[in-house]
């Protein structure tokens, strides 16, 4: 019991919504069904998903995370030793199925996307590939942890992910998942520094960073105001996260931590976000 209650924590339940959402949205609305492949994917997306994303990176990470006062609650499990190898081992069994079904239920484009889709979220933290550790790789890496199952949703569906709407609003969630990721950086920056760890904020430092991120979250929210009728209004989820970020324009790399201040309201603002987006997604058409 004591290993389920450490998976479960490395799993980050406060977010496992944050990429079910993404998929089940785009693959319900797509097709208006609620078929297998949706509860199953939703489902995958879910748990064993983040398991396998979140179970590797506490792994790969357990040296450094030792540094890092934020690990060892909601923003970061501290798995120990003892409990590597089954995380590893679990993580990747309680995922199998689910990824041999998808693949067996999908088409050759979807299956591609899944599969880029799981090569990244091992990638990121996996020792000798680590893109968690190239400054811009990094955060483009994380967002498409999160696009990914929107990307890969849409792709079990008839409609083209070509359209101008699709393209602008799947860039705009690229841009702010790497605003997310690269301001979340920001807090880590000493305790990574003193690991050896390199990082989006360690590269351009706290100030930069940060401004960096507003520019993504502000490209992201003008792209937005392209798309047609309601879906317009999809821009204002943007607000919070520029008001947010803003505050931080005066920080430095001596007093990064107190960027956890903000970080911790992406978590509450990103139901927001959701709820906004699915009361746009379900209004009249």
């Not at 489902?43 to 934020?70: A, H």
């Amino acid at each position: 019991m004591k290993l389920v209650s450490r998976l479960f924590v490395s799993s980050r339940p406060i977010s496992w919504v944050n990429t079910a959402f993404p998929f089940a949205a785009a693959y319900y609305f797509s097709t208006g069904s609620v078929t297998t492949e949706l509860i199953i994917g939703t489902f995958f997306f879910l748990i064993p998903y983040n398991l396998l994303m979140y179970g590797v990176n506490d792994v790969f990470d357990y040296e450094s995370d030792l540094t890092n006062p934020r690990k060892g609650g909601l923003e970061g499990a501290l798995l120990e030793p003892r409990y590597h190898n089954a995380t590893l081992l679990l993580a990747t069994l309680f995922a199998l199925p689910f990824v041999i079904y998808l693949l067996l239920v999908g088409k050759t484009s979807s299956n591609i996307i899944l599969l880029i889709v799981l090569f990244l979220v091992v990638a990121y933290s996996v020792k000798y590939l680590r893109f968690k550790e190239i400054p811009i790789l990094d955060s483009f890496t994380s967002a498409i942890h999160f696009l990914g199952p929107l990307v890969f949703g849409l792709s079990l569906t008839e409609i083209s992910i070509t359209s101008l709407s699709l393209v602008v609003s799947i860039a705009a969630f690229l841009l702010w998942g790497m605003a997310s990721h690269a301001f979340g950086a920001v807090q880590d920056i000493r305790a990574d520094r003193e690991a050896g760890i390199s990082s989006i904020a360690t590269f351009f430092g706290s100030k930069l960073t940060v401004r960096l991120a507003f520019a993504f979250y502000l490209f992201a929210g003008l792209a937005l105001t392209y798309l047609p009728d309601r879906f317009v209004f999809a821009s204002l989820a943007t607000v919070p996260y520029l008001i947010v970020t803003a505050r931080e324009f005066t920080i430095t790399d001596e007093i990064c931590e107190q960027a956890n201040r903000g970080w911790k309201r992406f978590i509450w603002l990103n139901f927001f976000a959701g709820a906004l987006i699915t009361a746009l997604l379900i209004g009249p058409s």
